[in-house]
C-alpha cells in the first residue's frame, strides 16, 4: 500500500514537472493545438497569434454581386465586411482556474479546438453601392427626365420605376459568403419590389411654367410700342437640359431670334460695303461702307433668359450694324495697297467688238480674288447675252473666223492673262487663240467661249487682288493691285511642230519674290493656220494638272 502512494505521487510529481516545464517555462500564451478561424496559433504568444490572424486576409475574400444586368467585384472589406477576433484570443488564452489548468494541458497534448472568429457589415458601406448619380455603381434612377411642350403644358413623358434592394436579405448573403469560403461567392441581390422613381420633373415642370406664364413683354430700343410674346410662344423656346441633380433650363437660342426679328423686320437698313477706286495718279482709294441696322443684337437671347429666370416683364430690344456689310475696315485688312501687275492692248475705235470689250471691263473692274481664291472669268461674267448689253462680233469657230454675240472679249482675256503674268499670279484653266492674231504677244495671250475655254486666275499670294480694268476709245488697261508679294517676266520661249501645220509655243516665266527666292513656270500655246485641224486640248500652267478639250469657237481677238 505504501509502495502504491508512493509511485502515485511520483507521478503526481513528473505531471505537474512536466506541466511546469512545458505549459509554464517553455510555454506561451496560447495552448498547443489551439487554432482560430482555421489559422494555427496554438503555442504563440498573444502578438504572434494576431499577426497570423492579420495575415490571414479574411476581408479580402472576393465577392461578385450582380442586379439588374450589372455586375461588381470587390473585396469583403469593400463591402463593408469587418473581422473581429478579440473574443476568439481571449477564449484561447484562457486556461482556467489553477487547478484545472494542469488537466487542460494534458488535454491539449492529445486533442485540438478551434475558435470562431466574428464578421461584421457596416450597412452603410454596403448602401453606398446603391444609390442615385453617376457615381453609383448600381443607379437607382433613370437619369434626367425627358420633358415635352404637349397642348401649352409642360408634361414628364418618361416616368420610371426601379427594384428595390431587400437590405436584410443583402446582409446576410454577404456576410454568409465572406465567412464561408466554401460557397460561392457571387451574390445575386436579393430585389423587394419597384418603386417609382423622383428624378425631379416636378420641380422643374413647375419653374418652367412659372417663367414662362403669361408670355413676355419686348419693346425696342428708342421707341415705346410694347409688344407680348404670348406664353405659347415663351414656352416654345424652353429646352430642358442639365442632369437630374442639376436641372437647366435653357432657351432655343434660333427660334428666339427668329421670333423676335419677324416682329421688328424690315427695321433700319441693311449696310453697304466699302468699294475700292484707282484715283487718276494710280492711288488706292477706300470708299462708301455703311454699318446699316438690323435687328437684333444676338445678345437679346441672354436678356429674355435672364428676365424669365428673374420674373421680369419687359424686355428691351436693340438693333446692331449689319454682321454682314463689310466696311472700311475690312477693307484695309486686304491688303490691297500698290500695283502689282499692268498690261496694255490696243485696238481700232468704233467697232462693234469695242463694244463688248468696254462692257466686261465694266462687270469685272473691282473684282477681288481673295488669297486661296480662283478668279473664273466665265463664272464671274456668265453668258454673254444681248440683254447684258454685249452685241454680236467676230469669233473664231473650228478654225474660221465668224460672228457671235460678245465677241471680240478675248482681248479682255489676253490683257488680263498678262496682267496676271507679269503679277506672278498663277493660271488655272487657259487657252491661246487657236489662229494667231499678230497684235497679240506671240505665245503669251488666252481666249474666251462660254463655258470654255475659261480663264483662271489663282490667286496663290498672302494678300488679296484688286482686278481693275480701264479702257479708253482706243485701248484696253487692265491692272492688279495688291500688296507685293512676287513678280513675273519672261525669260525664254522655245516653239515647236505639232502635227503637220501646227505649231506649240512655250513661254518660259521666271517669278521673283519678296524674300529673294526665284522659281520657274511655263505658259503655253497652240496655234494652226485657218481652216486646218490640231490634234490636241486646251492648257494650263505647267506648275497646274487639269486641261480641258479645246472649244469649236473662240472670241475673236
Known amino acids: ?22 505549459d509554464k517555462v517553455l510555454g506561451d500564451d496560447i495552448p498547443r493545438n489551439v487554432s482560430i ?9 498573444l502578438g504572434d497569434a494576431t499577426q497570423r490572424l492579420d495575415g490571414a486576409d479574411f476581408d479580402q475574400r472576393e465577392l461578385t454581386l450582380t442586379w439588374s444586368g450589372l455586375s461588381v467585384t470587390r473585396t469583403a472589406e469593400d463591402l463593408g465586411v469587418s473581422v473581429d477576433y478579440t473574443d476568439a484570443l481571449l477564449d484561447a488564452t484562457d486556461r482556467g482556474g489553477l487547478l484545472g489548468q494542469p ?57 420610371q420605376s426601379v427594384s428595390t434592394v431587400d437590405v436584410d436579405a443583402l446582409r ?40 414662362t406664364e403669361d408670355g413676355i413683354q419686348v419693346r425696342l430700343k428708342g421707341q415705346f410700342e410694347i409688344i407680348t410674346i404670348p406664353e405659347a410662344a415663351v414656352r416654345s423656346w424652353i429646352v430642358f437640359g442639365g442632369t437630374r441633380t442639376a436641372p437647366t433650363i435653357e432657351l432655343n437660342a434660333d427660334l428666339v431670334r427668329s421670333t423676335i426679328e419677324t416682329l421688328y423686320v424690315g427695321i433700319g437698313e441693311k449696310g453697304k460695303d466699302a468699294e475700292f477706286r484707282i484715283s487718276i495718279t494710280g492711288e488706292v482709294l477706300i470708299v462708301g461702307g455703311a454699318p446699316g441696322s438690323v435687328c437684333c443684337d444676338p445678345a437679346i437671347v441672354d436678356a429674355i433668359h435672364e428676365a424669365l429666370l428673374d420674373g421680369d416683364e419687359l424686355v428691351e430690344v436693340w438693333p446692331i450694324e449689319d454682321p454682314d456689310a463689310h466696311g472700311v475696315a475690312w477693307a484695309e ?31 469685272t473692274q473691282g473684282a477681288l480674288i481673295h488669297p486661296g481664291e480662283t478668279f473664273s472669268v466665265n463664272e464671274y461674267v456668265g453668258v454673254r447675252t444681248r440683254a447684258d448689253g454685249f452685241v454680236d462680233a467676230g469669233v473664231i469657230v473650228n478654225g474660221t473666223f465668224q460672228t457671235s454675240v460678245g465677241g471680240g472679249i478675248s482681248q479682255y482675256a489676253t490683257t488680263l492673262f498678262n496682267a496676271a503674268f507679269f503679277a506672278g499670279l498663277d493660271f488655272g484653266e487657259y487657252q491661246s487663240h487657236s489662229i494667231y492674231i499678230s497684235r ?6 488666252a481666249t474666251v467661249s462660254h463655258p470654255h475655254p475659261d480663264l483662271q486666275i489663282e490667286n496663290t499670294t498672302p494678300y488679296t487682288v484688286l482686278l481693275w480694268p480701264t479702257v479708253t476709245a482706243d485701248s484696253i488697261t487692265v491692272s492688279l493691285y495688291s500688296t507685293p508679294y512676287v513678280t513675273g517676266e519672261q525669260t525664254g520661249q522655245t516653239e515647236g511642230r505639232e502635227g503637220a501645220s501646227c505649231t506649240r509655243v512655250e513661254t518660259e516665266r521666271t517669278r521673283t519674290y519678296e524674300d529673294g527666292r526665284a522659281e520657274i513656270d511655263y505658259v503655253t500655246a497652240r496655234y494652226r493656220p485657218e481652216g486646218v485641224a490640231c490634234n490636241g486640248t486646251s492648257t494650263r500652267s505647267t506648275t497646274t494638272t487639269s486641261s480641258t478639250t479645246i472649244p469649236t469657237s473662240t472670241s475673236l481677238p
Open 37 to 45: 478561424g482555421g489559422v494555427e496559433v496554438g503555442g504563440t504568444s
Open 440 to 445: 497679240y504677244p506671240y505665245g503669251r495671250e
Open 333 to 363: 485688312s486686304l491688303g490691297i495697297t500698290d500695283l502689282v501687275g499692268e498690261f496694255t492692248t490696243f485696238y481700232k475705235a468704233g467697232q462693234t467688238r469695242v463694244t463688248n470689250i468696254h462692257r466686261i471691263a465694266e462687270l
Open 103 to 159: 488537466f487542460r494541458w494534458v488535454g491539449s497534448l492529445f486533442s485540438s479546438s478551434s475558435h470562431e472568429i466574428v464578421f461584421d457589415l457596416d450597412d452603410a458601406v454596403l448602401a453606398s453601392y446603391f444609390g442615385i448619380g453617376d457615381d453609383a455603381v448600381f443607379p437607382l434612377d433613370f437619369g434626367r427626365p425627358t420633358i415635352e411642350l404637349i397642348d401649352g403644358e409642360f408634361v414628364e413623358v418618361d416616368a
Open 1 to 22: 500500500m505504501r509502495k502504491a502512494l508512493v509511485l502515485v505521487a511520483a507521478l503526481i510529481v513528473v505531471f505537474a514537472a512536466g506541466w511546469l516545464i512545458d
Open 172 to 211: 446576410d448573403s454577404v456576410l454568409a459568403a465572406a465567412a464561408d469560403d466554401t460557397i460561392d461567392a457571387e451574390i445575386a441581390v436579393p430585389v423587394a419590389g419597384e418603386t417609382s422613381v423622383d428624378r425631379g420633373a416636378d420641380e422643374i415642370i413647375a419653374r418652367a411654367t412659372e417663367m
